[in-house]
């Protein structure tokens, strides 16, 4: 079995969870669409709310939260991958 680049997997995962909690950001921002999955979020992410501060601080979180996720996904998976 091929392992996993860890550091790429937590990259990748990172930059897409924080792209999509950034456009869901957007979109309760404009359209009013998502505004209470924006706030939900919020319960985990602090900072995170509809607006488009609110966007920012929920995008950084969501990097930071899915970029390790991805790297104990890759590390656990390459663990057991032997």
Do not use: E, Q
Request: avoid cysteine; hydrophobic fraction near 60%; charge should be positive.
């Amino acid at each position: 079995m091929a392992k996993l680049d860890a550091k790429a997997l937590g990259l990748t995962l990172g930059l897409v969870w924080a792209a999509g909690i950034f456009i869901m950001g957007i979109l309760a921002t404009a359209f009013g669409y998502g505004a209470g999955f924006m706030r939900a979020l919020g319960t985990v992410y602090l900072g995170t709310a509809p607006t488009i501060k609110g966007s920012v601080i929920g995008a950084i979180w969501g990097f930071v939260d899915a970029g390790i996720g991805g790297l104990v996904i890759a590390w656990v998976y390459n663990k057991l991958a032997k």
